[in-house]
Each structure stands twice: as C-alpha cells, then as structure tokens.
C-alpha cells in the first residue's frame, strides 16, 4: 500500500506530460529541448499565409502533425528552455530573393523575438507599426525590400534594447521626424539606412539630444541626397562613432573641421559628394578605412597620413588634388586609389616599402619619371596609365607573382616587352606607348589572360600559333 501515493504521482505527471504533448509543443525533461508555443506557432502561420513564395522556401512550416514543432522550421529559433521563438531570419540575397508579399502585424505576436531578418526580399506595402510591440527585439533588418515604405518612424521608440537597425532600401521619404526618432533609441550602436530617400532635415525644427543614443558606432545614410543640414545632428555622435558612411549625397561646401573631432573614427566614406577645399592636416589617426573620392578637393596630399599606421583603405581619386606624392606614407596600406587628380613628379620610392600593398592606382595624373625599380612585388592590381612615364618596361614585372592587372598604357614608355613577364596576368593593358620589338611568345603561357591591349606601338606581330593556343583570345591590337 506504501507505493499507491508514489504511482498516483507518477501517473498524475505522465499525464501532464501528455496534456503538454497535446498542445502542440514537446516538453522534455531536464535541460532537453523545448517546442514552440501553440500562439506563436499560429503567428507564424498567419504570417505566412499572407507571403507570396515557393513553397520549397517554407516546406517546413505547416500544420502536419510532423511539422506542429515550429523550432525545427526553417529561420526560426527558439529557446531551448522555454521553446519561445526568440529569432527568424528568412533573408534572401542579392542574387536569389525568396519571400514577396507583405510583413503581416501578426509577428507582433512574437513577444520573446530578439532578432528579425527579413532582408533581401521582396515584401512591398506599409511597414507595419506593431513591430514596436517588440520590446525584447535585438536586431532588426529589413533591408532592400524595395517595395516597403514607412512614413512614420516612431515606433522605434518602443524598442529599448534594439541594438542594430537596418532599413536600407526601405522608402522613408515621408519620415520627416526620422533623426528625432532615432534620438530615442539609446541602446542602438548600429544604424544602416542607406538609399531610403531620407528627407532632409529642416534647419528650424530643433532636434533635441537629450535622450540620444550615446553608444551609436556605426552609421550608414549614403545614397540619400543629404546636404550639409545633417551636420549638426551628426556631429552629436562625435565621441561614439568607429563607421561613418555618407557616400552619393549632396554635401558641399569646404571640409567641415568637425570631422577631425571624430577621433575614433576607423572608417570614413564621404565619396561622390560635392566636397571643395583642402583635406584636413589634422585627421585622426585611427582610421582603417578613408574614401574621399569623388569630390572637388584640391591642394595637396597632407603628410599626415604617413602618421596613420593602421591605415589599410585610402582612395584620394576623382579629385582636383595637386603637388607631388607623399614620400612618406603609411607602410599598413592594402589599397591606394589616387588617380584621376592633378598630381605631378616622378612615383617615389616608398612604394618599395610598402609591403602589403596589393592595389595601387595612380592612373590619369601629370606623372613623370621612370617606373622605380624598387616597386613592392605584392601588388594584384597596377594601374599606371595616362601619365608621362618614359623609360623601359620593368624586367621586376616578372617577379611578381601575384600581379593579375598591369596597365601602362598611355605613356611614353619605350624598348621591348620584357620576354620574362608574370604568367598571373588577366589583364594587361601596354598600349599607346614607344614600344618595338617583337611580342614575346611568353605570352602563351599567360593561360589566365583576358584582356590584352598593345596597340599603337610599333611591335612586330609575329605570333606562333602554337604558343598562343592555351590563351582565351582577347582583342589583341598592334599598330
């Protein structure tokens, strides 16, 4: 008699076990697994229900007694201790767009969500508000879903703990109070809103920072049509930014000294603006990551940035910069893009030390002088072309391994082609230059090569067939 209590206690807990079985979910014992909820389940399904997609995409969502578990469907995430649904990344990518109709409300319903990634679709309409229900919501991204648009964003402001925001491609044309809203949200350290039509902001309504984000590290709002009326607002995130990107807007004016107060800034994009004056001798000296390009810049190229010792990105090209190359920049560069400015003199001898420099750019210049000799051998890409470069073809070419883009072309350069080049080539490019000679039959071996340009010289084309056979013939010109 001693064990009826004990049986009807373990009867009582099969059957709630059961019970629990029943709704949907499957409860385990200990630290096993949790299923989902049965309300969020059907959130999840009425969200589905107004998708348009291929049903392959999905296959997993349904009511099937084998698919009543909505932590094992595709994008979802659930905790494993209470089987609440705390993520759903359903992004597609540029190439492959899975998921198109509209972001139903009933995702609102997802009370435990910490992150939402529906980027790379093709969801169109109204953004609906009820996403600030979210309040556990992390990371929200619902970029380049190209036909959504959102006129009011202060809904953001029901989101304290959101952390990273990207509503890239999303149309906010109507958002006027946008840098109001994005004030109240002081936990954000991540905002992308690229390419959104962001109106600008009007210089008479006052923006109040009292309750904004401290903590803002990363800011996108290129491809926008900004002007210089978003500096004071900007420049209240001075002391927090590391990653600023205000590329193709309407900047204009001369180079705000402001920026120079970013002091831990690490990347920087300001290209296609309408940026005029000189760049500034006093820039941090953090940056990893400078884009300049595409503005009215002139003067020269400040000595500062051989102080950059972690600089690996600088582009300085499309510009109206003169006087001569640096001779002392900063030997960490990976890719340097000065072309197409006004710079003269010969190329100086630094590039030989710069070891880690795999891109160099110094094409559409006034340079003269020969190509140095003592030229990095780490170089991908080199483009020299459209200056006034005389001398002979470097036999150094041959030893660089790893050299897929060489142009020369445009110059005064004189002599043979060396027989000794790289056979990395996929595009070389030796044209309108004083070259004679015959065309080596190295060239055969170039078994890469693309693109081949040596017209107007005066080479002698003698190709034997058979070492030219292993090429992918290009366009091969020789005047």
């Known amino acids: 008699m001693g064990g009826r209590p004990f049986q009807r206690f373990l009867g009582f807990f099969l059957l709630l076990l059961c019970f629990k079985a029943g709704l949907g979910s499957s409860l385990m014992v200990g630290d096993a697994k949790v299923g989902c909820t049965e309300r969020e389940r059907q959130a999840l399904l009425h969200f589905k229900q107004g998708l348009v997609h291929d049903n392959r995409v999905l296959s997993s969502w349904g009511n099937e007694e084998d698919k009543r578990d909505c932590c094992k469907w595709r994008g979802v995430e659930c905790n494993n201790q209470t089987g609440h649904v705390i993520s759903l990344d359903l992004h597609g990518t540029d190439f492959v767009r899975y998921l198109g109709g509209k972001i139903d409300p009933s995702l609102a319903e997802l009370q435990h969500l910490k992150h939402l990634n529906l980027s790379f679709n093709r969801f169109e309409g109204v953004l609906p508000t009820q996403l600030g229900n979210l309040s556990n919501l992390q990371s929200l991204d619902l970029a380049y879903n190209l036909g959504m648009t959102c006129g009011n964003l202060d809904w953001l402001s029901r989101l304290p703990l959101l952390t990273h925001l990207d509503l890239s491609g999303v149309d906010l044309s109507k958002a006027i109070h946008w840098p109001q809203a994005i004030n109240k949200m002081p936990s954000l350290t991540e905002l992308y809103l690229s390419h959104t039509q962001l109106p600008w902001i009007i210089p008479t309504i006052f923006i109040s920072h009292t309750n904004s ?27 927090s930014l590391l990653h600023l990107d205000l590329s193709y807007n309407h900047l204009n004016g001369s180079f705000p000294d402001a920026f120079t107060n970013m002091v831990f800034l690490e990347s920087f994009v300001l290209s296609r603006n309408e940026l005029e004056g000189e760049i500034p001798k006093f820039f941090s000296v953090s940056f990893v990551h400078l884009d300049l390009s595409g503005n009215q810049l002139h003067g020269s190229i400040p000595d500062a940035f051989g102080n950059m010792t972690t600089l690996a990105y600088l582009d300085l090209s499309s510009n109206q910069l003169k006087g001569e190359i640096p001779k002392s920049l900063s030997t960490s560069v990976v890719h340097l893009d000065l072309s197409w400015n006004l710079l003269h003199g010969s190329i100086p001898d630094v590039f030989g030390n710069m070891t880690t420099l795999a891109y160099l750019d110094l094409s559409s210049n006034h340079l003269e002088g020969e190509i140095p000799k003592s030229l990095s051998t780490s170089f991908v890409h080199l483009d020299l072309s459209w200056n006034q470069l005389h001398g002979s073809i470097l036999d150094a070419f041959g030893n660089m391994t790893t050299l897929a883009y060489l142009d020369l072309s445009s110059n005064q350069l004189e002599g043979e082609i060396p027989k000794s080049l790289s056979t990395s080539f996929v595009h070389l490019g030796l044209s309108y230059n004083h070259l004679q000679g015959s065309i080596p039959d190295a060239f055969g071996n170039m078994t890469a090569l693309a693109y081949l340009h040596l017209s107007w010289n005066q080479l002698e084309a003698t190709i034997s067939l058979d070492c030219w056979k292993k090429i992918f013939w290009p366009a091969l010109i020789t005047h």
């Open 213 to 239: 984000s401290t903590s803002l590290a990363v800011l996108d709002l290129s491809r926008n049509g900004l002007t210089s009326s978003i500096y004071p607002w900007l420049f209240n995130f001075s002391s």
